[in-house]
């Protein structure tokens, strides 16, 4: 009996779904457990690395698996283009349906309040989801 050496899920062979994939990490559900390890912690840090000025420039290249933005809102005051890359076309649906503002797509906005809740001017809050679109 020959087995599979290799255990692991390859994503662009298995089939990867983008949308349950954030709302199992990302969502703003109570019952999420992955809330801190998620959400919380990377926008502290990230929101803590970028208001120290060691990032910035004029062009950021984001590159993740799935279809999150989370950390786009710390970084879009600090760059003036973002280009994302998605290895997956679902991936890049899901993204495009958020961008364009269409029904169903995934609620940022938990973010966005997670943002001011971390101590960012909350004025400046109202634009950034806008600005990451």
Not at 18 to 33: A, G, P, T
Not at 96 to 122: M, N, P, Q, Y
């Amino acid at each position: 009996m020959m087995m599979d050496s290799c255990p692991y899920k390859r994503y662009h062979e298995d089939g990867y779904d983008s949308r349950q994939c954030l709302e199992h990490y990302f969502s703003d559900k109570s019952d999420m457990v992955f809330a801190e390890d998620a959400l919380i912690f990377p926008i502290e840090n990230l929101i803590k690395t970028f208001t120290e000025g060691h990032i910035k420039g004029d062009i950021l290249i984001d590159l993740n698996i799935t279809s999150m933005v989370h950390h786009l809102f710390a970084a879009c005051e600090f760059f003036n283009h973002i280009i994302v890359l998605k290895a997956r076309d679902r991936c890049i649906m899901e993204l495009k349906r958020w961008v364009d503002s269409r029904t169903g797509a995934f609620d940022w906005s938990h973010v966005t309040r997670l943002h001011a809740d971390i101590g960012e001017c909350s004025d400046l809050l109202q634009d950034k989801e806008g600005k990451v679109r």
